[in-house]
């Protein structure tokens, strides 16, 4: 995001349509440089993980909704007692 806004000031870029070409040229360059120089694997090639974020996030939910843990460690279940 900050290239294409570099490019879009420093290029003097106006107009919507080439703001969005720019935007464009500048992404898929900053990708074909992760991908092979830097040795990243493509978002569209990495694995699918088991849950989703909704679903990570009514966990956690559900979780906050207990209350709190006890600790696992004495001197912080001393202190909840006090």
């Given amino acids: 995001m900050e290239n294409?806004?570099?490019?879009?000031i420093n290029d003097?870029?106006?107009g919507k349509e080439r703001a969005n070409a720019t935007h464009f040229t500048v992404g898929r360059k900053v990708r074909e440089f992760i991908i092979n120089e830097l040795g990243g694997t493509p978002p569209e090639k990495l694995p699918t993980p088991k849950?989703?974020?909704k679903q990570l996030q009514?966990?956690?939910?559900k979780?906050?909704?207990q209350g709190p843990q006890l600790s696992l460690f004495e001197d912080e279940q001393s202190n909840v007692n006090e």
């Fill in 12 to 14: 003097k870029v106006k």
């Fill in 4 to 8: 294409s806004h570099f490019h879009l």
């Fill in 58 to 61: 009514i966990e956690e939910q």
């Fill in 63 to 65: 979780r906050l909704k």
């Fill in 51 to 53: 849950k989703s974020i």
